[in-house]
């Protein structure tokens, strides 16, 4: 009997994608700019959209996970092979998307502490092969991968470490003036400090590290941000007192993403978890923000290479 069915192009597809160029934004950032023909269909949201980049195995080779034909169903593949001949991949964000140019852009972070992706990342050169993971523009699902969902909130704080930068100042570039934005990004050393191009209704800080541990800098800078917001703060409240989980960060993912919805006050919190932790301990349990106003997403572990389940 004919199947009425007809299945739905998935969310995600694997691209097979070669490196265009790569430069060195900063002492810990290098940006990579990928080209594949396939790139006409990558989906084009931006803000926050998450993507995977797989990496060759030593030999410079990739298993067959259905790259070759775009499968949506490259994950399952990729699970039903021997240990060994799984490449290892990392979640990144999207720079910038050109389909037209069918360029994507990636800031790798480079960490002293190196993993496959970081060490890639230093050593990319024009004409090396790469796997991205990334939205399918044809795909009815493809605002999947998106963490960003201020729903009606027009008051907005952003925050993160270096590796929540792309997204962060991907955010603020395609914010619009009705937005009222407090960001904040730490970042390495001053010399890490980018180029980026927002309304001035955006308010950026950059919060250079330099010797002090990872995330003080973030967890001041939030702590001085709500002293002086008591108001927005106020409006943000939850109708009543909220436990949030203590989640053990070396076991768990630390991920709590609202849907969209109404109200004025919305952030968004990314980077390293424990980091993360201590900003949701502030905000919501001692400061009363109602959890569904506010986005935490442990993007890495200190001393953790990222899990792959
Ligand atoms: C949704 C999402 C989006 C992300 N977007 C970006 C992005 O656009 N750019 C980006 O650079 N990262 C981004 N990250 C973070 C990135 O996935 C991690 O930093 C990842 O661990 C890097 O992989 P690796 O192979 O270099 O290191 P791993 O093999 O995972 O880890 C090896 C060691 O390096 C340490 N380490 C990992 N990252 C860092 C770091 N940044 N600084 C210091 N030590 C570190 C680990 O703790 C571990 O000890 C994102 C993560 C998520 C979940």
């Given at each position: 009997m004919p199947s009425t069915q007809t299945a739905v192009r998935p969310a995600y597809r694997p691209y097979s994608a070669e490196v265009a160029r790569s430069v060195r934004l900063s002492?810990?950032?290098?940006?990579?700019?990928?080209?594949?023909?396939?790139?006409?269909?990558?989906?084009?949201?931006?803000?926050?959209?998450?993507?995977?980049?797989?990496?060759?195995?030593?030999?410079?080779?990739?298993?067959?996970?259905?790259q070759d034909e775009g499968a949506g169903d490259w994950y399952d593949r990729w699970r039903a092979l021997p240990h060994a001949e799984r490449n290892i991949f990392r979640t990144y964000t999207v720079r910038r998307i050109d389909p037209d140019s069918r360029e994507l852009d990636v800031d790798f972070v480079t960490h002293h502490d190196a993993g496959p992706a970081g060490a890639w990342a230093e050593q990319a050169v024009p004409g090396q092969q790469l796997i991205i993971v990334g939205p399918d523009a044809r795909s009815p699902l493809s605002a999947g991968g998106l963490d960003w969902h201020p729903g009606t909130a027009r008051r907005v704080l952003l925050a993160g470490d270096e590796t929540a930068a792309p997204a962060i100042t991907a955010i603020l570039e395609l914010l619009g003036d009705e937005y009222d934005v407090d960001a904040f990004i730490e970042v390495p050393t001053a010399d890490d400090v980018l180029d980026v191009r927002h309304h001035e209704t955006a308010r950026l800080t950059w919060l250079p590290r330099e010797d002090r541990p990872h995330g003080a800098r973030l967890i001041d800078a939030l702590a001085s941000w709500a002293d002086a917001s008591g108001?927005?703060?106020?409006?943000?409240?939850?109708?009543?007192?909220?436990?949030?989980?203590?989640?053990?960060?070396?076991?768990?993912?630390?991920?709590?993403?609202?849907?969209?919805?109404?109200?004025?006050?919305?952030?968004?919190?990314?980077?390293?978890?424990?980091?993360?932790?201590?900003?949701?301990?502030?905000?919501?349990?001692?400061?009363?923000?109602?959890?569904?106003?506010?986005a935490f997403m442990g993007y890495w572990r200190l001393g953790q290479a990222e899990r792959i389940e």
């Amino acid at each position: 009997m004919p199947s009425t069915q007809t299945a739905v192009r998935p969310a995600y597809r694997p691209y097979s994608a070669e490196v265009a160029r790569s430069v060195r934004l900063s002492p810990h950032f290098v940006r990579v700019t990928f080209t594949a023909d396939e790139f006409e269909h990558f989906g084009t949201a931006r803000l926050d959209q998450r993507i995977k980049i797989v990496l060759p195995h030593p030999d410079g080779t990739f298993s067959d996970f259905g790259q070759d034909e775009g499968a949506g169903d490259w994950y399952d593949r990729w699970r039903a092979l021997p240990h060994a001949e799984r490449n290892i991949f990392r979640t990144y964000t999207v720079r910038r998307i050109d389909p037209d140019s069918r360029e994507l852009d990636v800031d790798f972070v480079t960490h002293h502490d190196a993993g496959p992706a970081g060490a890639w990342a230093e050593q990319a050169v024009p004409g090396q092969q790469l796997i991205i993971v990334g939205p399918d523009a044809r795909s009815p699902l493809s605002a999947g991968g998106l963490d960003w969902h201020p729903g009606t909130a027009r008051r907005v704080l952003l925050a993160g470490d270096e590796t929540a930068a792309p997204a962060i100042t991907a955010i603020l570039e395609l914010l619009g003036d009705e937005y009222d934005v407090d960001a904040f990004i730490e970042v390495p050393t001053a010399d890490d400090v980018l180029d980026v191009r927002h309304h001035e209704t955006a308010r950026l800080t950059w919060l250079p590290r330099e010797d002090r541990p990872h995330g003080a800098r973030l967890i001041d800078a939030l702590a001085s941000w709500a002293d002086a917001s008591g108001e927005v703060l106020a409006r943000a409240a939850a109708p009543r007192r909220q436990l949030v989980d203590d989640i053990d960060v070396d076991l768990e993912l630390l991920w709590d993403s609202p849907d969209p919805a109404d109200g004025e006050f919305y952030a968004w919190i990314a980077g390293e978890a424990a980091t993360v932790k201590t900003l949701r301990r502030m905000l919501v349990s001692e400061r009363g923000v109602d959890r569904k106003r506010v986005a935490f997403m442990g993007y890495w572990r200190l001393g953790q290479a990222e899990r792959i389940e």
